[in-house]
C-alpha cells in the first residue's frame, strides 16, 4: 500500500482537522475494546466465584464493571457519531475541490478532454476516494489499535497461549497482505472502465439525434455493452479477491479456535493456567481475533481506494495555470483613434493544431458601434470573440478594452463590461425567468419581464404552460431555435453589459425567428459596442460597420 499516496489524501482533504479525525478514530478504537475487556473480565470473575462456590462480591463486581462498561459504551457511540460528522464533511470537501477545480481550469482544458470523463472523476473518483475516510480507513486503523488494547490484557491472563494465537494471526496478516497489489491493479482498471462507460453514455445522451437519424444505435450499444463487460469482468475479479479474502480469513479463524483448545488443554493439564483465565481470554480473543481479520480483509481494500484518490490529486494538481487571470504580453497598448476594443499583434493557436489561427494581427472596433465579422470558415472570427472573453490566452500581442489591457483588468473586471449570445445559447433545466436572471442573479420579476419584451420574447413565454414559470427541458430543447435565441438576448439585455457579442446568432433560424431577433439585437444596441459575427446578408446590412477577416 502506497503510504506516501495515503499521506497526500490525508493532507490534502483534512488539512488541520486531521488530528479531529483520528482522534474519534482513537476514541471509538479504545472505548469499544475497553467494553469488551470488562464484559470478558466480568464473566472470568463468574467462573472464578462458580469454581470456588462463592457468591461473596458479586453485587459489587457487577455493579462496578456494569458502570465501566457502560461508560465505555456510551463514549463509543459519541466518538462513532463524531466520527461519522467528521467523515461526512471530508467527503464533501472532496466533491466540492473537484468541482471547483472544474471551474477554475483554462477552457483548452474541455477542448482535449471528454465530459464524460469529468463526470467519472466527479461521481466515481471522488466517491471512491471518500470511502477512505467514510469506512476504509477507519475499518483498519480502529481494529489495529483494538488488538493493540486487547493484547495487554490477554498476555497478562496466559502469556503462552496468547503468542500462540497472535503468531497464526499474523500469519493470516501477511497472507492478506499478497492480496493488496492485485486489488489495488484492479481498482485502477476499472476507474478507466468506469470513465469509459461514463463516456459513452455522454456521447448517447448529447448525440441522440444523430444515433437515431444514422441507425447508430447497434454500435453505440455494442460499445457501450462493450464497456459495461469490461468493467463487469473487473468487478467479478474484484468479487473474487474478496471472496478468497473472506475464505482465508475463515480457516486461519477455525486453525486459531483449534491452536487454542489445544494449548487451553495442554497448560491447564500442567497448571500453567486455570479455567477462568482462560474463558476470560477466549472471549477477549473473539474480539481480537475479529480485529485482526478486519485488518488483512480492508488494508487491500483501502489500497484500491488509494488508486483513485490518486487519479483525484493528480485531477486537482493539473499542471496547467486555472483561469484566473489573461496572460497577455505587453501592458495597456495603446487603442487606435476611435477604437474601444484594440487587438494589437495577437498570435493565437490551438493546443491541438499545428496552424495558428491568428498571426501578429491587429484590429479596433469602434465604441457604440454594431460591427459584423465576416470572413470564410476558419478565418478566426469566433476565435476573436474567444479571445476577448478571456476563454483562451493570447499567446503574443495584446487585447486592451477601454485602453486598458486585458492581464491589467482581470478576468471578472472584463466579464463584467460583456454580454455574449452563442449561436447555440444553453439553458439550463430550470424555469424561464431563472435562465433569463443568469444575466443579473439580483433580478426582480419586472427586470426579468423587461428585458423579455425589449428581446421580443414575452409574446411567446406568457403563451407557455406556466409562464415564466415554465422548465425548459435540458439544454432548452421544449424551445425552438428562435426562442432560445430571444431568452439568452433577454438575459444579455438583463445584463447590461457596454460590450455585446454574438457568435452567428441567426445562420441557423427562419425567416421569421431571424426578424424577431433582429428586432431583439436593434433594442440592445443603444450606446453598446456590438461585434456579430455574421454569414446572412440581412445581419451585415443591419450593422454599422462591416469588417472581413
Request: proline residues 2%; aromatic residues 8%.
Amino acid at each position: 500500500m502506497e503510504i506516501k499516496s495515503l499521506k497526500n489524501i490525508i493532507r490534502t482533504f483534512m488539512g488541520k482537522r486531521v488530528w479531529y479525525y483520528f482522534g474519534t478514530i482513537l476514541c471509538t478504537g479504545i472505548f469499544n475494546s475497553a467494553f469488551h475487556i470488562m464484559v470478558s473480565l466480568t464473566i472470568g470473575a463468574l467462573c472464578t466465584m462458580a469454581e470456588q462456590g462463592t457468591g461473596e462480591g458479586l453485587r459489587e463486581l457487577l455493579l462496578r464493571n456494569l458502570a465501566v462498561s457502560g461508560a465505555c459504551a456510551a463514549l463509543c457511540v459519541g466518538a462513532t457519531v463524531a466520527y461519522n460528522n467528521e467523515a461526512k464533511r471530508c467527503e464533501k470537501t472532496i466533491r466540492n475541490k473537484v468541482y471547483t477545480k472544474m471551474l477554475r481550469l483554462p477552457f483548452a482544458y474541455y477542448d482535449t478532454h471528454h465530459s464524460g470523463e469529468m463526470m467519472s472523476r466527479i461521481l466515481y473518483d471522488a466517491s471512491r476516494t471518500g470511502d477512505i475516510f467514510g469506512s476504509r480507513l477507519r475499518r483498519v486503523v480502529s481494529p489495529i489499535l483494538a488488538v493493540i488494547v486487547c493484547m495487554i490484557p490477554m498476555f497478562y491472563l496466559c502469556p503462552q497461549v496468547m503468542t500462540g494465537l497472535l503468531l497464526i494471526n499474523c500469519l493470516s496478516l501477511g497472507a492478506n497482505m499478497l492480496l493488496v497489489k492485485p486489488t489495488a491493479r484492479i481498482a485502477g482498471q476499472a476507474s478507466h472502465a468506469n470513465e469509459d462507460m461514463t463516456e459513452g453514455l455522454s456521447n448517447l445522451m448529447q448525440g441522440m439525434e444523430v444515433v437515431r437519424m444514422f441507425e447508430m444505435k447497434c454500435k453505440v450499444r455494442e460499445k457501450f455493452q462493450g464497456a459495461n463487460h469490461h468493467l463487469a469482468k473487473l468487478n467479478g475479479k474484484s468479487a473474487l479477491i474478496q471472496a478468497l479474502l473472506s475464505a482465508l480469513n475463515c480457516a486461519f479463524d477455525l486453525l486459531s479456535s483449534l491452536i487454542f483448545l489445544a494449548l487451553g488443554v495442554w497448560y491447564i493439564g500442567k497448571n500453567v493456567a486455570d479455567v477462568s483465565s482462560l474463558v476470560s481470554l477466549y472471549l477477549l480473543y473473539g474480539t481480537f481475533s475479529w480485529n485482526f481479520l478486519q485488518i488483512g480483509q480492508y488494508i487491500p481494500d483501502l489500497a484500491g481506494c488509494i488508486v483513485n484518490g490518486k487519479r483525484i490529486l493528480e485531477y486537482l494538481s493539473w499542471e496547467e495555470e486555472p483561469e484566473t487571470y489573461v496572460q497577455c504580453q505587453g501592458r495597456g497598448a495603446k487603442n487606435r483613434e476611435k477604437g474601444y476594443i484594440d487587438f494589437a499583434g495577437i498570435t493565437f493557436g490551438y493546443a491541438d493544431k499545428a496552424e495558428k489561427v491568428l498571426r501578429n494581427f491587429s484590429i479596433g472596433f469602434e465604441a457604440g458601434k454594431c460591427t459584423a465579422i465576416t470572413g470564410k470558415s476558419g478565418a478566426g472570427k469566433s476565435t476573436l470573440l474567444k479571445l476577448l472573453l478571456g476563454l483562451y490566452p493570447a499567446e503574443s500581442g495584446c487585447i486592451s478594452v477601454a485602453n486598458i489591457s486585458l492581464q491589467d483588468m482581470g478576468l471578472k473586471a472584463l466579464r463584467e463590461k460583456l454580454a455574449y449570445v452563442p449561436q447555440e445559447p444553453y439553458l439550463y433545466h430550470v424555469s424561464v425567468a431563472e435562465n433569463i436572471r443568469y444575466g443579473k442573479p439580483d433580478a426582480t420579476i419586472e427586470e426579468i419581464v423587461r428585458a423579455a419584451k425589449a428581446a421580443y420574447a414575452h409574446d411567446f413565454i406568457i403563451g407557455l404552460e406556466n409562464g415564466y414559470e415554465t422548465l425548459v427541458g435540458e439544454r432548452g430543447n421544449s424551445l425552438s431555435g428562435g426562442q432560445r435565441q430571444r431568452i439568452a438576448i433577454a438575459r444579455a439585455i438583463l445584463r447590461n453589459a457596454p460590450i455585446l457579442l454574438m457568435d452567428e446568432a441567426t445562420s441557423a433560424l427562419d425567416n421569421e425567428s431571424e426578424y424577431l431577433v433582429q428586432e431583439a439585437i436593434k433594442a440592445l444596441r443603444g450606446n453598446r459596442t456590438v461585434l456579430i459575427i455574421a454569414h446572412r446578408q440581412s445581419t451585415i446590412e443591419a450593422a454599422d460597420v462591416v469588417v472581413e477577416i
